[in-house]
């Protein structure tokens, strides 16, 4: 059953990749059905270190909250939960970890507002097919290839090459990549792969704590291992240094995919070319319509995200239940999309419209488990709540888009509003009495914001009455909206 519904999806999925570096950065687009579904993001001024190896200090082992700090060379330390220290992990943190002792850990994590970036010392090395893990002894195939065939096919490939004799106590898993690969391309990968771990070794074993002694590819590379398929129309880059580079990895790695790899050189900026530009600004608004006139309401919070869904104007033509059922088939769809293109992660919360029927409740956590089925982030759905909440955790392995984008603001100070215009206008008068003990006589002198400037002149002479006193209006254009002076002549 489940293949039937998967089937009509993958006709549909028409995906193009589009790299734009300027300045700065470098921003990757993957479109999907001509809709802007996944933007990633590198900036030079932070780096990305998602995948880095570094030798670390243990720093201070806290065992009261199951976890450790160490430095890795960066200006904030690392964190690391005791699930993802290597050893018996029944024992007590403090006797895995001693302070000052060196040990080669990886970032899973990139720091995200005041958290430093999260480590594990069960590294792992990926390629585009296979994943090493040096410190696991598993060998498997992903759950995610199906075809039983196939499954058989790669397990009996990763038996013969991946054997203990060969990897002694080390873990192979094939990734969903390998799906048709040869037993040639796996092996070549194999051995490129324990190379590059009989390199870090080297290197961890006569170098000085904390180092780096393994960088993860640059994005552009690893849009090339991780997301380029056959499924992949066009993978278009406007740098030509980029381009190379990627035309190069993936002439070794999978010289099939080749001709997907295009150089954009056209007079117009390449996101702008292909209408990219306008969906990156719309992800900043918290407001999102969908088709059919019902919209969702985003609000990012530093943990927890909360989406509401609501119909609009959509009324649809049959019964109630029906037209909110169709509204929120639509939202969930939408939500999928929003929350991979806005890169949310941590606990989500989605306000669904109230459905009475039960099937149609649990159609709709169906139709959300599809709709996020390409997803590349760990989730996990749990069914409708009896308030009609549906909960659902993204991992998150960095900020999020909007957070990348923006900052707080200094007017309302995060809260995303400001005092409204009857409410400074009755704080002015509050703080003239409170300057003028409520004495008459005496000539006042305000300035404000121009906005400000025009309400306040609608009411001066309710104002004048109150504060017994006759003012003179004034505006100020350098003044932000809650922002004035008062002058007492």
């Known amino acids: ?8 999806q993958e006709e549909r999925t028409h995906r193009e990749i589009f790299a734009n570096s300027s300045f700065e950065e470098t921003r990757i687009a993957i479109m999907e059905d001509g809709r802007l579904s996944e933007l990633m993001w590198e900036r030079r001024s932070s780096g990305h270190i998602v995948g880095n190896i570094y030798k670390a200090v243990v720093e201070n082992v806290l065992p009261g909250i199951s976890s450790a700090f160490m430095r890795i060379g960066m200006e904030k330390n690392a964190y690391i939960y005791i699930s993802d220290v290597l050893g018996n ?11 000052d002792q060196e040990v080669m850990v990886q970032v899973t994590k990139d720091a995200i507002s005041t958290k430093g970036m999260k480590v594990t010392m069960d590294v792992s090395l990926p390629g585009r097919y296979l994943v090493l893990t040096p410190f696991q002894d598993f060998v498997g195939v992903s759950k995610s290839i199906e075809d039983a065939n196939e499954r058989a096919r790669l397990s009996e490939i990763i038996r013969r090459i991946a054997s203990p004799e060969k990897l002694g106590r080390k873990g192979c898993i094939v990734r969903t990549e390998a799906d048709g690969a040869s037993e040639r391309e796996l092996e070549r990968e194999l051995k490129f792969l324990l190379r590059l771990w009989d390199s870090i070794q080297n290197k961890f074993d006569h170098s000085r704590p904390p180092c780096l002694l393994h960088r993860d590819m640059d ?3 690893q849009v090339a291992r991780d997301v380029l398929s056959d499924e992949t129309d066009i993978y278009m880059l406007d740098n030509r240094e980029d381009y190379r580079n990627v035309l190069d990895f993936v002439g070794k790695m999978s010289p099939e995919l080749k001709n997907k790899i295009k150089l954009y ?21 918290i407001k999102v319509p969908l088709p059919n006139g019902g919209s969702l309401i985003i609000q990012e919070a530093e943990s927890l995200c909360a989406i509401d869904v609501n119909t609009g104007r959509f009324t649809g033509s049959k ?12 939202a969930a769809k939408e939500i999928a999309r929003q929350l991979r293109l806005r890169n949310i992660g941590g606990i989500i919360v989605i306000d669904f419209i109230d459905m009475k029927k039960a099937s149609n409740r649990h159609k709709l956590v169906e139709a959300l488990e599809h709709a996020v089925r390409n997803d590349r982030a760990k989730i996990r759905i749990l069914p409708v709540t009896r308030l009609g909440l549906v909960e659902m955790t993204r991992e ?16 309302c100070h995060g809260s995303g509003r400001v005092l409204s215009s009857e409410s400074i206008i009755i704080k002015i008068q509050r703080e003239i009495y409170g300057l003028t003990m409520g004495a008459s006589g005496g000539n006042l002198r305000i300035v404000v914001h121009p906005i400000l400037c025009e309400i306040l002149k609608k009411k001066q002479g309710l104002i004048e009455r109150n504060i017994r006193r006759p003012m003179k209006i004034m505006s100020d254009p350098q003044l932000t909206w809650e922002d004035y002076r008062i002058v007492l002549e």
């Open 265 to 285: 050189d056209g007079k117009t900026p390449i996101f702008k070319a292909f209408d990219i530009e306008k969906e990156i600004e719309d992800i900043r608004k």
């Open 89 to 99: 992990q029944k024992e007590p943190i403090d006797k895995l970890l001693k302070k």
């Open 219 to 221: 994005m552009t590379l």
């Open 1 to 8: 059953m489940s293949k039937e519904k998967e089937e009509p």
């Open 319 to 330: 019964s109630q239940e029906e037209t909110v059922t169709a509204t929120n088939l639509e």
């Open 396 to 411: 998150r392995k960095r900020e999020s888009t909007c957070s990348l984008l923006t900052e707080e603001c200094p007017e």
